[in-house]
DNA sequence: CGTTGAATACCTGCTGCCGGGTATTTTGAT
DNA sequence: ATCAAAATACCCGGCAGCAGGTATTCAACG
């Protein structure tokens, strides 16, 4: 492989501009397109067949794990690489789990980012160092706990979150007003929240929402 | 005045490494320093007398407010960009009147950032093209509108999100409950809301969370 | 085949949220 | 000095949310 054909995906052209900048200090990096939303990323994978794509994971809708998704199904033989302003442990597994094979923070130094370009091209994985041990430490949480929330629940959760009544749930699910009261109070023991407001700031901090 | 001495701030330092990178293409610019919070950031503006601070709206803990008014006031001959990754017209008004005189998305261009420094530097004030319609919009809306929720109601806000209840609130800011109740009732009426839940949602969906 | 967890459904009782008022004081703007 | 808005405080009534149970059905897993 001569050089390592690499096309960005962020709908922030600054910071684009900016990844292109740093690459082209590298020889065997080539640049082949800046694209600034999913359907152009993936109009330009198709016609240009990269190595790699960096992306971002929320470009505009959520659009980073579409992106992700559609070519670990389509292209499973082409990298990529996520970045991201959040911490967030949750979307990490996430991002893993759709197919992406590095993760990193936009504070990433120009170093580090080479060197996850040639970990992942390389076959491996690379998750950002400042992020690794607190990832592990989660991925060690989640063997041992159940999935806290069954799917009924989190449909629930849901929502709730959108304003909905119980009576108005059960309504919208075909159920009687009391199920859900039971869903919600079971939702409420689980994670251990005081209060509907608890449940959405929890919602939002698992990714739930 | 031969070089016009950039200093950057923003704890992303992916996409420091890129501005600074992109600025090198034109030679009259020179980054001086690259700061990642703020206090490193005042130090540099102390030790360096940069003529332009480029920064994060959202550096940490809202460090580039600070920043930005420790600049206006400490060093008001020195300009300010603020890029932001929001395109909430309500920070750039806090931004602006913070003393910033340029306001960006980091979608901007490489073209239309050095447009924004040039035109900074000559005195004027430069606000992103697809930013100044909206915020023109925003500007007649508020000389119309009123500021919807007052200081107290915001602050009843944010302690409803963090799970607090009325009670605790009263306790909290030394009020009698119904008081309390009372700021409650108007944020839900002002807001149109029906719970709890649309609070948050629209806290959220207004930057006031 | 038995057990376990998820999903369903119901009951009681209480607290706090919410909608509908009214009213005083303080503050800011004109 | 005056007027408007914000902040403070109180009352009443209704119902939803929440805590604490109990119980049945069904699918999954060993």
Redesign the interface.
Known sequence: MKYIKIILAD?????M???A??L?DVPQFKVLAKA?DVLQAMDDIKALQPDLVITDISMGEKGGLELTRFIASEYPLIKVIV?S?HDDVSHIGTMIDAGANGY???????QE?QQAIITVMEGGQYVQQSLSTKFAKAMQQDKQEKPLLSPREIEILRL??L?Y?TLEISERLFLSPHTVETHRKNIIRKTK??????L??FGRSNGIL
Chains 1, 2 share one sequence.
Request: zero cysteines; hydrophobic letters at 45%.
């Open positions: 709908d922030h052209d600054l910071l501009d900016g990844i900048s740093l082209h600034s970045l302003m990193l923070l936009k504070n990433v130094r120009q980012l709730i979150a304003e009544s929240v005081k209060s509907v407001v608890g959405i700031n």
